[in-house]
Nanobody, 121 residues
Framework: QLQFVESGGGLVQPGGSLRLSCAASGGFFNAYGLAWYRQAPGKEREVVAT???????NYADSVKGRFTISKDRSTNTLFLQMNELGPEDTAVYYCNPINLATMKPFDNVSWGQGTQVTVSS
């Protein structure tokens, strides 16, 4: 089973940028669609960006044009470049495979610690 460790979060001012990384191990990295998710305090976890096995990316409307998802197959790493960050982007960010047909995580996936992104002046 794939396992992920997220990193790269931090405190950034509005308008700033961050690049999140997600190191995968224990499975076939390119066998699944992959996604970045986020969960803000008091809110449900949401899908931020997805990337299919062929590299096709899709984004939530709220981040379209600001975030870019990518992956490096040689290092089994998923990335999320986040630009023009705003307070509404404050959340814990996670990565995991995603069922692209349902746009939901697969059953029985385990969630890592995530990485905290805080956008504040």
């Amino acid at each position: 089973q794939l396992q992920f460790v997220e990193s790269g979060g931090g405190l950034v001012q509005p308008g700033g940028s961050l690049r999140l990384s997600c190191a995968a191990s224990g499975g076939f990295f390119n066998a699944y669609g992959l996604a970045w998710y986020r969960q803000a305090p008091g809110k449900e976890r949401e899908v931020v960006a997805t990337i299919g096995t062929a590299g096709i990316a899709n984004y939530a409307d709220s981040v379209k044009g600001r975030f870019t998802i990518s992956k490096d197959r040689s290092t089994n790493t998923l990335f999320l470049q986040m630009n023009e960050l705003g307070p509404e982007d404050t959340a814990v960010y996670y990565c995991n495979p995603i069922n692209l047909a349902t746009m939901k995580p697969f059953d029985n996936v385990s969630w890592g610690q995530g990485t905290q992104v805080t956008v504040s002046s």
